[in-house]
């Protein structure tokens, strides 16, 4: 028996691999794991499936975690469409905007860049959204900013706020079309080959030290909530990830008995946002929080918004053209494009950093492609669905992946669905409105720091002792911070005379991680350095032709349900940007596995 297991190729096969992308690059000699490496080991790779509970659980986790964001989106844009005393309408717009993140977080997830990366409301939108409603045309009458002159349900009232949303979506549709036509027609990844670290690190670090005032202002409203919640995180994720707790389990063989769960490295976030939740909650009810709206502290108790959740429906559902037929005009387009380009930078960053912390290959040029068409696909559906934003990897739940040490897209699968569920049932979604700000803000804290970690720890592939590298990167750093600062103090600045001009210069120029990227970008293909001073040849590990198609790189951004196979036997297949070349079959890619039979894996998969 023990000869034919040892012949069964395709056993070994199974048992040599068995999806851990994360370890391929740990046992460099077959060598034994140090204890340094096992800190590092992540507890679920890209393509591994935990138990569907955890998958429920871990996939809640993400949901709040990008929680804060979805819901900000639809409250900053509440004043410039006059809804700030609309609460029933402000729930609506969003349930919508989950209803659509979580449809899109599946797109993504599945027939996208296949990586667990979740997609939400992004914030590029919301500068030329608020530009153009402050325009003369769209300014918000005077009599709705006053609540006792407000009725929600007049027809008046209703043409007021629809109007401008439909100006939104209009805008937001048609540029979606240029993301579409950029990722599916493969210009994406061809300016990949001139994309390296130096690009890459400011672009993703300016996405998290750009937020600091966001995740201030939250988390100022309570600074001892939202430091007990940064404290909660950073005691679960790092000082008790390694210490397991028993939890009673059973199965048919053990009956009932205790398992050992490392809960504290799975759930670090969802834990310290509930028990922060758990204690504004009891400190509401005891009246330990102010009670008046002007003391400090009353922005952390949990009824601020009980009448959202009596008012709110049980079941809705969001459909394309809710708020009617959407219209466009050339000013809000031409915002909404520069926008979109700083949304597309930013993703590409956020895939490279999703693949790292997540245990995956550097994801190939046509997964970066398709997985920019879906984003604008998904674009294209939250302007079709009146969101008032459209969609974008979101850098926050990166930034999770690097804390909890889970990278299987199926737990963003299940985050996915639930976000679904919760653009259903409303009353489930009001109930999450009662988080207080000072939570989330200090939820901020630790995730706007790790993305910014995230994006400096790129730089590892770039020799940094060239002079040259520490130029490039701290110009754009220091350019990203200082320029859109002085624009936001000097709003009256930019004036060339042309309307549409200076809102697309306003928007460029107010955006921190389009001007790092741009000059981070110009700056390393323009200064003269060598592929590997500039960190090309490590950074980039896969050839910028798709000729490293190897199974590892397959079994996470093929397509799914055999898609991939399928195609394979044409020849067309090699032209089409955003479909892999010549993917390897299983039996193909199982022969190239077992011919380079050395000792080394033979002593690991034995470890």
């Known amino acids: 028996m023990v000869p034919e297991k040892e012949s069964d190729g395709l056993k070994n096969y199974a048992f040599d691999i068995h999806g851990h992308f994360c370890e391929l690059e740990n046992d460099g000699e077959g060598s ?29 986790q993400h949901l709040l975690t990008a929680f804060g964001g979805i819901i900000a989106i639809p409250l900053i844009l509440s004043q410039g469409l006059c809804l700030q005393h609309d609460g029933l309408t402000q729930g609506h717009l969003i349930s919508t905007i989950f209803f659509v993140s979580g449809v899109c977080t599946l797109l993504q997830v599945t027939f996208g860049i296949r990586l667990p990366i979740v997609q939400g409301g992004t914030f590029a939108f919301l500068a030329p959204s608020m530009a153009m409603l402050s325009m003369p045309e769209w300014t918000c009458p005077a009599w709705t900013q006053n609540a006792s002159l407000v009725n929600t349900t007049s ?44 690009t890459i690190a400011p672009t993703i670090s300016l996405i998290g030290l750009s937020l600091y005032d966001s995740a201030g202002m939250s988390a100022g409203n309570h600074w001892g909530i939202s430091t007990m919640t940064t404290a909660l995180i950073i005691l679960f994720s790092q000082y008790l990830r390694h210490i397991p707790v028993p939890f009673p389990t059973y199965n048919k063989t053990k009956k009932l008995h205790t398992s050992r769960i490392y809960i504290f490295q799975l759930l670090p976030v969802l834990l310290g946002i509930t028990l922060s939740w758990l204690i504004c909650y009891i400190f509401t009810i005891s009246n330990v929080l102010p009670s008046e709206p002007e003391q400090y502290g009353y922005l952390a108790r ?101 804390i909890t040490k889970v990278g299987s897209r199926m737990v963003i699968v299940a985050g996915g669905v639930l976000m679904i569920i919760m653009g259903l049932f409303c009353k489930i979604g009001a109930i999450f409105t009662t988080i207080p700000t000072p939570v989330i803000g200090g939820m901020f804290l630790v995730m706007f720091g790790v993305i910014s970690a995230a994006g400096v720890s790129n730089l590892q592939y770039a020799d940094m002792n060239s002079s040259r590298n520490v130029f490039i990167f701290g110009f754009s750093m220091f350019s990203g911070l200082v320029i859109p600062n002085w624009i936001f103090k000097n709003p009256d600045a930019i004036a060339t005379g042309v309307a549409e001009l200076d809102q697309l210069l306003q928007v460029l120029l107010t955006t921190s991680m389009f001007i790092g990227g741009f000059f981070g970008f110009f700056l390393d293909n323009t200064i003269p350095g060598t592929l590997r001073e500039r960190g090309i040849m490590d950074w980039n590990k896969i050839p910028l032709d798709d000729s490293s198609n190897t199974l590892e790189s397959c079994e996470v951004y093929n397509l799914p349900f ?46």
């Open 155 to 198: 027809p008046e009232y209703i043409d007021v706020w629809q109007s401008r949303m439909r100006e939104l979506q209009g805008s937001i549709m048609v540029g979606s079309l240029f993301q579409v036509l950029v990722g599916f027609s493969g210009l994406i990844g061809f300016f990949m080959r001139f994309i390296g670290p130096l």
């Open 562 to 607: 055999g898609i991939s196979s399928c195609l394979s036997s044409f020849s067309w297949v090699r032209y089409v940007p955003f479909l892999p070349p010549n993917a390897p079959s299983s039996q193909d890619s199982l022969a190239t596995k077992q011919q380079p039979v050395k000792p080394e894996v033979i002593r690991s998969v034995a470890l």
């Open 32 to 60: 034994d794991l140090s204890e340094e490496d096992d800190k590092n080991k992540l507890a679920y790779c890209v393509t591994d499936v935990p138990a569907w509970y955890l998958c429920i659980i871990l996939g809640i």
């Open 302 to 402: 949990t009824d601020l918004k009980g009448d959202v959740i009596s008012q709110a429906p049980w079941f809705r559902f969001p459909y394309p053209g809710q708020w009617g037929l959407p219209t466009v005009s050339l000013a809000g387009l031409v915002g909404i494009l520069a926008g979109v380009l700083s949304s597309m930078i930013e993703s590409v960053g956020d895939y490279h950093a999703c693949a790292r912390l997540s245990g995956a290959p550097p994801p190939p040029k046509h997964a970066i492609n398709r997985g920019i068409g879906i984003e604008g696909i998904g674009c294209l559906l939250a302007g079709a669905w009146g969101t008032g934003n459209g969609t974008t990897s979101y850098s926050e739940n990166v930034g999770a992946l690097g």
